[in-house]
């Protein structure tokens, strides 16, 4: 891209000063809302049928995020989440397992035990691949702490054993318009990752416009993310079609102008199978075909697996098995 | 990781009984035509030959015509409007209930995806009479005149690029004032008049209120020449819009004319890009570019011309051509060997001007008549393919510098039906709209239609508005304008 994103070497200079950073992310094309609602439900009208949405149901349970984020987990929740985790349905080996658990970092080190060993022994794709522990931190889901706070939090959750580390951004500066303050947490919390693969959550539901939505998709690419996650899930709303399709535009134009392929994750909302299909959609069409992978697109979500299951299981019986023949966990 | 491939997804033609042949829709019922003669119309998909369809001859003519004139005189006209109401609200109800029938029908022998006729044609189809149903009981109060008087019989012929939706155009506002019509579907799409047809009996329409004339050219120039017709209007290509002018000049006959385009789709460097993109796409693939006020130029601004473009051509190579029954679809077939044979002809002059075409990778079925997704790019204003209406998916790409040239550009047309504007900036959106000439401005959107807003254009693109309170116009009687043996009740006459 030559005019709507700068050249190569650009991104040390639009993050030199506040200044910089923030005629950057206002001279970001603008997104009209109407217009990006309309085509997120022009995609949402594809028919998915027969293999392809066989193809799409394993993908989506690959895909998914586990989620369990409450006052009330307890190690023997989140040990029976793990177990949901490796084998989602106990009657039938063929199904995958999920993509990673997401916890709060005080039971990072139960999952990481649960999970142990557990490497799943899956034919194909997934061979071997293991099922990640993510952990929410920084003062998740409001990341009002001080900074030397929100980094003892995720040095905590990667000392525990965390894959994968979901931070939230500072809401209240990104509005009042304190982009060098947003960036300069998402980088030190980077820095405190390590290996550890860092998921910055927008939280869309607060940052209100399709406009901000962008600007802080690229704030948090600038910042070194390896995916840009939607929403904490304790905010309504959360994620929505138009929300993840302009995220997937950024990404998507990221990846123009550098090479570099950011993921996304859709979190908070998403209970059905149709709409897991339909964001797989959206992903298809905007951002290609490369992003259909784990490792480029997840679902946060704790109810939408065993909708996955249930229609996976009515695609191959073709009857619906009744709720009870899927576990709770 | 492979590409994930939609399987077939085809709408069920179950819901559909298709004959072996079609009758005249005469005085309430169907007919076979006087001099016998018939056509075939085909599925431009396969070429598969769907039905015989009745042409319609000078006898037939009369027969409709005066089974109008009846109808108008002695029942349409007199009835009181909350009467007229009734009738168009259970029309429409009706064709909400048989919708997804209609758009099989409407995909089948036009070529249009299932799509678009399920979710743009036949939910706007509906709405327009419901539009109009409303409008019965009051026109009093739509500003002409205290006591406003229909014209009598009307005369309407539609073309193939909505042929259901541009009937409803037509007979809604129509039947709402008073009038009685004859509809002259076009020869390569009659089925889904007919159709509607059953649905006007099925609603117990009074006959002769409507009638429904299948047949060429020929029958429309025997409906435009005919004495007992008070309304012309005429939905279709510039050149058989003036030829219709010529013929009825000199008589007492009213004309509204909707005629071709070739609107400017005008993108600012300060536009949504991505939004813009997609209404580019929407602008001129929309109904495979089978529409008169598509945007066929595309003004970008200099300085974005190149971003704008590659996410144009990446967006392009997005797009699903095929079978327009498939749920997927995105860009179904070209209406008729015709019309494909002039899109080719005007694409193949674009190259030989030293435009440069491009197209996106696109398979076309081996059967059917197609053509890919197509854009050129280097065009001139001196261009053909800059002036002519293509009536196809082929989109010719300028640029401009200034606000100024932009409108200079966009104007600089024979025709002035429809623009599109793409900025943020309101001032620049509301400045825009005074200076193009076009009936209708689009900002920060294209093609999107709705009965309340009324549609028409400027120039060679015709005149009168269809659509809204301003579509009431066309079907009364204006000042002192007397209609022969029109009759309508009074606007509140409580006799019940």
Redesign the interface.
Known sequence: MTTLVPAPGWMDDVTTSELALRRFLHGLAGVDQVGAEARASTLATRSIKREAKGWALDMAIRMTDLTTLEGNDTPGKVRALCAKALRPDPSDPEVPPVAAVCLYPDMVATAVQALAGGATAQAGEDGGRRVKVASVATAFPSGRAALATKLADVGDAVAAGADEVDMVIDRGAFLVGHYAQVLDEIRHVKAACGGAHLKVILETGELATLDNVRRASWLAMLGGADFIKTSTGKVGPASTPAVVLVMLEAVRDFADATGGAVGVKAAGGIRTAKDAVRYLVLVNETVGADWLTPDRFRFGASSLLNDLLMQRSKLRTGAYAGPDYFTLD | ?????????PESRELISLRSSYGLFINGGFTAPVDGGAFKTVNPATEEVLGEVAEAGPADVDRAVAAARRAQTEVWGPMRPAERAKYLYRIARIIQERSRELAVLESLDNGKPI?ESR?IDLPLVAAHFFHYAGWADKLRHAGFGSDPQPLGVAGQIVPWNFPLLMAAWKLAPALATGNTCVLKPAETTPLSALLLAEILQQADLPPGVVNVLTGAGETGRLLVAHDGVDKIAFTGSTEVGKSIQRTIAGTRKRLTLELGGKAANVVFD??????AV??IVNGIFFNQGHVCCAGSRLLVQE??A??VL??LKRRLA?LRLGDPLD??TDIGAINSPVQLAKIRELSDVGDAEGAQRWQPPCQLPDRGYWFPPTLFTGVSQSHRIAREEIFGPVLSVLTFRTPDEAVAKANNSPYGLSAGVWT?KGSRILWMAQQLRAGVVWA??FNRFDPASPFGGYKESGFGREGGRHGLEAYLAQGNETMGPAKVAAEDSHDG
């Open positions: 990781m492979s590409d994930w491939d939609y399987a077939p997804a799509k979710d300060d536009a949504p890009i991505d939004q997609e209404g300085n974005v190149e971003a590659e996410r997005t749920k997927n943020e920060n959107t």
